[in-house]
C-alpha cells in the first residue's frame, strides 16, 4: 500500500512565523500535492508538483511556497504565518503518466494552529 | 463556478437505514474522472472508487454502490445497511484530462450513523 507520511500531526506556530510542513511517500510517485481543507470549503489545493525541482500553482497559492528536490519528498513553506492559514493541511500523491486518472493517496494530515 | 456539488452537508441515519450521498460535477471534457473519498475522524482521506466517463456502469462493493448517470451529471454513493463504522466524512471528486493533474473536490458530506 502506497504510505504517504506528514511530519506533524498538530502544530501550532505564532504569527510571523516560518513554518515547514513535510511530506514524504514511498511509492515513487510523480505527482505530489498540498491540499488546504477548511470547514464548508472543501479540499482546495495549493500547490502541485508532477517531477523534481517542478512546481506548479493550484487554487489558492498565495503565502504559501513548495519544494521538492527529491522525488519522495514535497514540503509546503508558509514564509510568513498568519492566522487566516490556520487550517487542515493535506499531502496527496499519485502515480505517473495521466495524472488526471489516478487516484491520489493522502496523508493523515496536519492541524497548522496560528496564533 | 462550483464543478463538484454536494448539496447535502450533514446527514443522520440510524443504523442499519439505507442512506444515499448526492454528488453533481460539471464538465465540458468529454474525458474525465469522477472518484469518492472517504475521511473518517482520524483525517485520512481514504480512495474508495474511480469511474471513468466512458463507463457508466453502475458498480457494487460490500455494502457500497455506486450510480453514475451522465444524463444528469451525477455520481451518487449509496451505502445498504449502515453501520457505525460508516460514520465519515465523504468527498466526490472530479479530474478531466484538459486540466490534467487538477482534482475539483465537492465540499463534502457528513455522515454519522447513529446506533
Known amino acids: 500500500d502506497v504510505k504517504v507520511t506528514q511530519s506533524s500531526r498538530y502544530l501550532v506556530k505564532r504569527t510571523g512565523e516560518k513554518v515547514f510542513l513535510e511530506c514524504v511517500q514511498d511509492?515513487?510517485?510523480?505527482?505530489m500535492f498540498w491540499y488546504r481543507q477548511d470547514p464548508g470549503l472543501g479540499l482546495r489545493l495549493i500547490y502541485f508538483?508532477?517531477?523534481?525541482?517542478?512546481?506548479e500553482k493550484g487554487d489558492i497559492p498565495e503565502g504559501y511556497s513548495v519544494s521538492r528536490e527529491k522525488k519522495e519528498r514535497f514540503s509546503l513553506i508558509l514564509e510568513s504565518a498568519s492566522t487566516n492559514q490556520t487550517s487542515m493541511y493535506l499531502c496527496a500523491s499519485s502515480s505517473s503518466g495521466k495524472g488526471y486518472n489516478s487516484p491520489l493517496h493522502f496523508g493523515n494530515g496536519t492541524r497548522l494552529t496560528v496564533t | 463556478a462550483q464543478k463538484v456539488t454536494q448539496a447535502q452537508t450533514e446527514i443522520s441515519v440510524v443504523e442499519k437505514e439505507d442512506v444515499t450521498l448526492d454528488c453533481v460535477y460539471e464538465t465540458r471534457d468529454t474525458t474525465y474522472y469522477l472518484f469518492w473519498y472517504k475521511q473518517p475522524p482520524s483525517g485520512e482521506l481514504v480512495f474508495l472508487i474511480r469511474r471513468n466517463s466512458f463507463d457508466e456502469q453502475n458498480e457494487i462493493s460490500g455494502r457500497y454502490s455506486w450510480n453514475f448517470q451522465k444524463s444528469t451529471s451525477s455520481f451518487n454513493f449509496t451505502i445498504t445497511a449502515s453501520q457505525v463504522v460508516d460514520s465519515a466524512v465523504y468527498f466526490c471528486a472530479l479530474s478531466e484530462m484538459n486540466t490534467g493533474n487538477q482534482f475539483y473536490f465537492g465540499t463534502g458530506t457528513s455522515l454519522t450513523v447513529i446506533p
Open positions: 508538483s508532477y517531477d523534481v525541482k517542478m512546481k
Open positions: 511509492m515513487d510517485h510523480e505527482n
